[in-house]
């Protein structure tokens, strides 16, 4: 589906694009030029109307053109481009010619590219939600992990999908959970053991918790 045309001076990294209909912004195109499929994202959207411009300083001419002109505007944006999808989404090394259409990417494109080897599933995107976000298992247990936010951000939400994904490839997965909060939790792929502690650290001396 197309919903725009490049305009202006393109780069390797961005082109701007015009367009008839209001895309969402985070949403996925692709550009086609050169024998090549380029993925890009929607960063940015201006809406506009040449007769109401800058330059007027009235409420009432506001108005008064308004009346006239009535709801006709343009749509602005702004695409960053992400890489070539048939290249390991290495950057184009030719930008896209001015009136390259920008097409929204479809579910077998995004399927592509969010491809990966012993998928663990994180979630899906927002804009389409039959495309699956996955991260590679191998790689996420071979690294140091920490997961920030602020409160109420989904920090323990994040733990459990990982957690359940981890299940599904018969990890194990010891937990201290400080503040209780996995006690009652329910796994698809696996349940929650509770072990309850017989030392309590505080009665310790450093010699007992370094030995």
């Not at 002109?69 to 343009?74: F, I, K, L, M, V």
């Not at 996420?140 to 359940?164: C, E, P, Q, Y």
């Amino acid at each position: 589906m197309i919903i725009g045309r490049c305009i202006g001076e393109t780069s390797l990294v961005e082109v701007t694009f015009i367009s008839n209909e209001m895309p969402k912004v985070g949403e996925y195109v692709c550009l086609r030029y050169d024998d090549r499929t380029i993925l890009g994202m929607i960063e940015t959207m201006v809406r506009g109307n040449v007769a109401l411009n800058g330059e007027i300083y009235s409420p009432e001419t506001v108005e008064m053109i308004t009346k006239i002109e009535g709801d006709e505007y343009y749509i602005k944006g702004k695409v960053r481009i992400l890489g070539d999808i048939d290249d390991n989404l290495k950057l184009p090394r030719t930008p896209a010619p001015p009136g390259t259409p920008i097409e929204l990417a479809d579910e077998t494109i995004l399927n592509k590219v969010f491809k990966v080897g012993n998928p663990l599933k994180i979630g899906t995107l927002i804009n389409q939600e039959d495309v699956k976000v996955n991260i590679n298992a191998n790689s996420f247990l071979n690294r140091h992990l920490a997961i920030l936010a602020m409160t109420g951000a989904g920090k323990s939400n994040t733990v459990a999908v990982l957690i359940d994904g981890l299940l599904d490839y018969n990890v194990p997965i010891f937990i201290f959970d400080m503040h209780g909060e996995y006690v009652s939790a329910e796994f698809t792929n696996g349940d929650v053991n509770v072990i309850r502690p017989k030392i309590n650290p505080i009665y310790m001396s450093f010699s007992e918790i370094k030995g």
